[in-house]
């Protein structure tokens, strides 16, 4: 899985690398405001939308969906979620 944060052509530059990719969540949050503001939005709406997608995007995985990682060696790493593909 490739955590990017926007940049044209990374994905498709590793893409016999990935399986997947996602936006990273500060980015996505950040560059929210840049997108609004561009529109002409105000900034106290800017604000609200971004405090609203950061609620949805700090949603939390339950640790039992959680699996380790696995590091080179056998040695577990940071918990990720479970995917099945």
């Given at each position: 899985m490739l955590t990017r944060d926007g940049e044209p052509g990374l994905a498709e530059g590793l893409s016999a690398l990935i399986n997947?990719?996602?936006?990273?969540?500060?980015?996505?949050?950040?560059?929210?405001?840049?997108?609004?503001?561009?529109?002409?939005?105000?900034?106290?709406?800017?604000?609200?939308?971004?405090?609203?997608?950061?609620?949805?995007?700090?949603v939390e995985i339950p640790n039992e969906d959680l699996e380790p990682a696995g590091r080179p060696g056998g040695k577990s790493g940071c918990a990720s979620p479970a995917t099945s593909n």
């Open positions: 997947g990719q996602q936006r990273c969540h500060w980015h996505a949050r950040h560059d929210l405001e840049y997108t609004l503001r561009k529109d002409g939005v105000s900034k106290q709406e800017r604000r609200t939308w971004q405090e609203d997608l950061a609620l949805v995007l700090g």
